[in-house]
């Protein structure tokens, strides 16, 4: 199947690259590059990227911070990496527009799904950060919501892993890779693909999920274009 209107799910870490914090400018640039090939072909593309490179809210919990607190402090730090986003695919020639769900108005708009489809359908790269605005939420949660309020046709959740194993890939050798899944089979098998909100949510709304290795060149690609990579949950 291909896709003309996407929403892709980052996470903070991966932009560290090999880093133990922040951003890697290698990885941004070659991250930038795969999203600028897809808007090359006319893929109406927004973007939620997390935070955890350099906060995570219920990691500042666990060590002491107020909940609330903390959760604000990772919505900030989404804000950081998404204009981090916003300057290189500038600097690559690509239109962006960055909204944002918590309000600052000297560098993003307030995001509401008939704004960012407006952008979208004028071919700008929509980038939407601060979460969902409120904390207890992830930025799972976050890319679940924005992607039904732009009524995107998939959810791809780029990481490092290439889909949905049957265990940790990286620490069980033996595990397996589901090729597709519905979302009841997840559920049964307890399958740690996003968090239970965001699942839940595209459940519900018949938002299908494509877990990629988003650090494989030409994967993004290859998604859009209806090739069979990672696991798509549906």
């Given at each position: 199947?291909?896709?003309?209107?996407?929403?892709?799910?980052?996470?903070?870490?991966?932009?560290?690259?090999?880093?133990?914090y922040g951003i890697d400018?290698?990885?941004?640039?070659?991250?930038?590059?795969?999203?600028?090939?897809?808007?090359?072909?006319?893929?109406?593309?927004?973007?939620?990227?997390?935070?955890?490179?350099?906060?995570?809210?219920?990691?500042?919990?666990?060590?002491?911070?107020?909940?609330?607190?903390?959760?604000?402090?990772?919505?900030?730090?989404?804000?950081?990496?998404?204009?981090?986003?916003?300057?290189?695919?500038?600097?690559?020639?690509?239109?962006?527009?960055?909204?944002?769900g918590l309000p600052i108005?000297?560098?993003?708009?307030?995001?509401?799904?008939?704004?960012?489809?407006?952008?979208?359908?004028?071919?700008?790269?929509?980038?939407?950060?601060?979460?969902?605005?409120?904390?207890?939420?992830?930025?799972?949660?976050?890319?679940?919501?924005?992607?039904?309020?732009?009524?995107?046709d998939v959810l791809l959740?780029?990481?490092?892993?290439?889909?949905?194993?049957?265990?940790?890939?990286?620490?069980?050798?033996?595990?397996?890779?589901?090729?597709?899944?519905?979302?009841?089979?997840?559920?049964?098998?307890?399958?740690?693909?996003?968090?239970?909100?965001?699942?839940?949510?595209?459940?519900?709304?018949?938002?299908?999920?494509?877990?990629?290795?988003?650090?494989?060149?030409?994967?993004?690609?290859?998604?859009?274009?209806?090739?069979?990579?990672?696991?798509?949950?549906?």
């Open positions: 199947m291909t896709y003309n209107r996407i929403l892709l799910k980052l996470s903070g870490e991966a932009l560290m690259g090999k880093k133990h400018p290698n990885t941004l640039t070659a991250y930038c590059t795969e999203i600028a090939q897809v808007v090359e072909k006319g893929i109406q593309t927004a973007i939620v990227i997390g935070g955890g490179n350099i906060f995570r809210g219920l990691q500042g919990a666990a060590e002491g911070f107020d909940r609330v607190q903390g959760d604000y402090m990772g919505m900030l730090a989404t804000v950081i990496n998404s204009m981090a986003l916003q300057a290189e695919l500038e600097k690559q020639g690509v239109k962006v527009k960055l909204l944002s108005d000297r560098i993003a708009e307030s995001t509401s799904g008939r704004k960012a489809i407006d952008y979208l359908e004028r071919g700008y790269v929509v980038i939407i950060a601060g979460g969902t605005g409120n904390p207890f939420f992830t930025t799972d949660s976050a890319s679940a919501l924005r992607a039904v309020e732009i009524h995107a959740k780029g990481t490092r892993v290439d889909g949905v194993y049957t265990a940790d890939p990286e620490k069980d050798p033996t595990a397996l890779k589901y090729d597709t899944l519905s979302f009841d089979e997840a559920y049964e098998k307890n399958l740690k693909i996003m968090d239970m909100t965001a699942f839940t949510l595209c459940k519900e709304n018949r938002l299908p999920i494509l877990v990629f290795d988003m650090n494989t060149p030409g994967n993004l690609l290859k998604v859009v274009d209806g090739e069979k990579v990672g696991t798509l949950v549906e």
